[in-house]
Nanobody, 136 residues
Framework: EVQLVESGGGLVQTGGSLRLSCVAS????????IGWFRQAPGKEREGVSC????????????SVKGRFTISSDIAKNTGTGTVYLQMNSLEPEDTAFYYC?????????????????????????WGKGTLVTVSS
């Protein structure tokens, strides 16, 4: 079973940067999508960013484009590694719990829409979250 453990949250001033890490393990299929969601108090959960395992395609919410960067070093042969979310130019609106999430699709395919399908059908595995607070 896929396991995800986040770290890297904290308190930062407006304009500052943080890097979130998600240590992932247990991937058994070649094709999966893994990414970050966030939820602020009183707001709905929002998909922030996603990266696909096969082509490395990335997705970003409009609210974070140009400021956040997702990357992954999960090894194909072991199914373990870390997914990072580099967050720059942080704003108070970025304050939220950030969750790492993933879904497996199966053996290698030519599907270039893994993230889109992950957001549509839902993620199967979730971490416990890490809190990011941006002060004004």
């Amino acid at each position: 079973e896929v396991q995800l453990v986040e770290s890297g949250g904290g308190l930062v001033q407006t304009g500052g940067s943080l890097r979130l890490s998600c240590v992932a393990s247990g991937f058994t299929f070649d094709d999966y999508a893994i990414g970050w969601f966030r939820q602020a108090p009183g707001k709905e959960r929002e998909g922030v960013s996603c990266i696909s395992s096969n082509y490395g395609n990335t997705y970003y919410a409009d609210s974070v484009k140009g400021r956040f960067t997702i990357s992954s070093d999960i090894a194909k042969n072991t199914g373990t590694g870390t997914v990072y979310l580099q967050m720059n130019s942080l704003e108070p609106e970025d304050t939220a719990f950030y969750y790492c999430a993933a879904v497996e699709f199966g053996p290698s395919t030519l599907n270039q829409r893994l993230c889109q399908e992950a957001y549509y059908f839902g993620m199967d595995y979730w971490g416990k979250g890490t809190l990011v607070t941006v002060s004004s």
